[in-house]
């Protein structure tokens, strides 16, 4: 597989995302569009650079081994966490989600402090809990199997 084929894949997957933007333009206010547009304008011409830049590229590069079937290992089960962590999020709660998801993702990636794995993830699931409840006025999943209210 070329270098160049990835920038291909990523570039046509943003440029039906960007579509999927633009055709919801019309229902945003006209005194609100001016941003949003200049957003996809700008979006979309990176994008088609991206898309001609690595056309080019891959008609002048050398194939080269690629280690799929690797990384595929490594990625499938961690979005399969990532699915597991939204759907337990809405059972659980986000505290309780949430401590369990960073513990499996800092296990997953073989961190052996475990005391330094617990704390870090209570602290930050805390901090971000109180910095979206209170400053952000977010309301966060509380969970209908069981419920850690502050």
């Not at 579509?19 to 700008?42: D, E, F, N, W």
């Not at 690629?66 to 990532?82: D, G, S």
């Not at 998801?101 to 005391?115: G, R």
């Amino acid at each position: 597989m070329k270098k160049s084929f990835p920038d291909m894949i990523i570039s046509i997957v943003l440029l039906a995302f960007l579509t999927s933007l633009a055709v919801q333009v019309p229902a945003i206010p006209a005194v609100s569009k001016g941003y949003p547009m200049v957003l996809l304008i700008v979006s979309y011409i990176m994008t088609i650079y991206l898309l001609v830049s690595s056309v080019l590229k891959m008609k002048t590069q050398d194939k080269q081994e690629t280690k799929v079937v690797e990384q595929a290992k490594i990625i499938i089960p961690y979005c399969l966490m990532i699915t597991a962590y939204l759907l337990l999020m809405t059972k659980i709660g986000y505290i309780a989600s949430t401590i369990a998801f960073m513990i499996a993702s800092l296990l997953y990636l073989k961190l052996k402090n475990k005391v330094v794995m617990v704390v870090l993830s209570v602290v930050m699931t805390v901090v971000v809990f109180f910095v979206f409840t209170n400053f952000l006025t977010v309301i966060l999943p509380r969970g209908s199997w069981f419920n850690i209210a502050f």
